[in-house]
């Protein structure tokens, strides 16, 4: 596709599971981003990563928290025995960092997680 | 805290009218940008501005970078019902970006 993709667009979980989100970012694309967004706030910044460097880890709200991306391209987002203040929507966004830092991000849809 | 802060946080308005949104900070910022985000949609660029002082218009929509570049503004002249969204501010730390916590712009038919 064109555009970055994210799924699923819903996911509704019982406290205490695990859930994985996953993240298809624009092709060709070397920098992917995670956000979350909850209700009446911004976006707060959760991960990034960039080609083959460690990936910038300092927003990711507690250790029950990880990503990864595979091959440089799909990242999936996992949390691990998931509590109600993790209800939110959470953004992946890539981007192509071009050189002089006028970088435009562009983002998927979004995963609407609810958790019970 | 925010590092950007936006106002208002709602704004409802008739077919029409004209609006502003304002989106603060104490910090410099090399660049701004502001995204408008539909309903189960994530955010789309609509503007970065880099220049104190700097104008920049799309259509009906206007938008300014302060002179000491902490503050923006958007504008939006003869709303229509289309203009309705979540405009978010968003300044460059580093590779990250940082957002206001948007406002919510509804325009009535």
């Known amino acids: 596709g064109a555009g970055v993709s994210q799924s699923p667009s819903n996911k509704v979980t019982e406290k205490g599971k695990d859930v994985e989100l996953r993240c298809d970012p624009i092709s060709g694309h070397t920098a992917l981003y995670w956000y979350r967004q909850s209700l009446g706030q911004g976006l707060e910044f959760l991960i990034y990563?960039?080609?083959?460097?460690?990936?910038?880890k300092s927003g990711l709200p507690s250790d029950r928290f990880s990503a990864e991306r595979t091959g440089g391209s799909v990242s999936t987002l996992t949390i691990q025995r998931t509590q109600q203040e993790d209800s939110a929507v959470y953004l992946c966004a890539s981007s192509a960092l071009l050189a002089g830092g006028r970088d435009t991000q562009y983002f998927g849809p979004g995963t609407r997680l609810t958790v019970l | 805290t925010q590092l950007l802060e936006q106002s208002p946080q709602f704004l409802s308005i008739q077919e029409g009218e004209n609006l502003t949104v304002y989106c603060n900070s104490s910090?410099?910022?090399?660049?701004l940008q502001w995204y408008r985000q539909e309903p189960g949609e994530g955010p789309v660029l609509l503007v970065t501005?880099?220049?104190?002082?700097e104008v920049k218009k799309l259509k009906r929509l206007t938008f300014q970078f302060g002179d000491a570049r902490k503050d923006s503004s958007l504008h939006i002249t003869a709303a229509q019902p289309g203009d309705t969204g979540l405009y978010l501010c968003a300044g460059p730390l580093g590779y990250k970006l940082s957002f206001g916590a948007g406002t919510t712009v509804t325009v009535r038919a």
């Open positions: 501005v880099v220049t104190g002082g």
């Open positions: 910090s410099v910022f090399s660049s």
């Open positions: 990563f960039q080609g083959n460097s460690a990936p910038d």
